[in-house]
C-alpha cells in the first residue's frame, strides 16, 4: 500500500523533477562543505545534533511540562507529536523511500564531524521533522495556555531551523530531506496539539494524572 502510494507521487511529480531535486540537493551540500565549514559552526551542529537525536531534548522538555498542571496539556501536545514522528517518519518513510545518506552517496567528502550509522536512512531527516513538531506544539501550546510565554515557541522554532541546517552542514542529510522533515513536522505539530487539546476537554488528563498520583500505577 505505502510502496503503491510512493509509486503514484513519483508518476505524479515526473522523474526528470525528482531527479533535478536531486541534483540541487547534491550542489547545495557540496557548496556548504566548500564555503561554510567553520571549526565553532561545526562543534555547535555536532551537539545540537547529539542533543536533538531521538527527540531527547523535545522528550526532557515535554516531560517537565507534563509535570506542571498548567502546562500538561502543552507537554502532551509535543509528546504525541513525537510519537507521530515516530510512526510516520521512522518506522514508515524511512525503510520505505529509503534513500541513502549523502556521506554514503559521496564517500569522496571528508566530513567535518563524526556520522551516524551508514546503515540508517536519510529521507525524511528524524531531527528536522521531531524538532519542527515538538516546536509547533509548544508554540501553539503556550498561545492557548499562557500566550506571554508564546515567545519560547517561537524560539523553539528558531532552534528547529538550525536544527536542520545543521543535519545539512554535518553532511547527513540532503536539503530536501529537512525541508520536508520541516512540512512533515508542521503537519503532525498541528495534528497533536488538536488530540492534546480534545484529551484535555473530555478531562482524561486530570483523570490520568490524578490515579498516577494516587499511587495506583
Known amino acids: 500500500m505505502i510502496d503503491g502510494a510512493l509509486a503514484s507521487i513519483v508518476q505524479f511529480i515526473g522523474m526528470h523533477n525528482i531527479l533535478s531535486i536531486v541534483m540541487v540537493d547534491a550542489k547545495i551540500s557540496f557548496w556548504i562543505q566548500d564555503h561554510m565549514i567553520m571549526s565553532w559552526l ?11 537525536s531521538s527527540g531527547l531534548l523535545w522528550i526532557i522538555i515535554s516531560i517537565i511540562l507534563m509535570a506542571q498542571k498548567k502546562y500538561r496539556m502543552v507537554g502532551l501536545g509535543m509528546f504525541l507529536s513525537l510519537v507521530l514522528v515516530f510512526i510516520v517518519g521512522d518506522q514508515t518513510l524511512k525503510p520505505h523511500v529509503a534513500r541513502l545518506r549523502p556521506f554514503v552517496q559521496f564517500p569522496q567528502v571528508v566530513l567535518p564531524a563524526t556520522p551516524p550509522d551508514p546503515h540508517t536512512y536519510s529521507f525524511p531527516s528524524g531531527h528536522a521533522t521531531g524538532s519542527f513538531s515538538s516546536s509547533l506544539a509548544l508554540l501553539l501550546g503556550l498561545c492557548s495556555v499562557n500566550p506571554k510565554k508564546a515567545y519560547w515557541g517561537v524560539l523553539a522554532i528558531l532552534f528547529a531551523a538550525f536544527v536542520a541546517f545543521a543535519r545539512v552542514y554535518l553532511f547527513v542529510h540532503f536539503t530536501s530531506d529537512v525541508v520536508v522533515g520541516a512540512i512533515l513536522g508542521i503537519i503532525m505539530g498541528i495534528i497533536a496539539w488538536a488530540i492534546a487539546r480534545a484529551l484535555s476537554r473530555m478531562k482524561l488528563l486530570e483523570k490520568i494524572f490524578n490515579y498516577s498520583y494516587k499511587g495506583k500505577f
Open 42 to 52: 561545526t562543534f555547535v551542529a555536532y551537539w545540537v545534533s547529539k542533543i536533538t
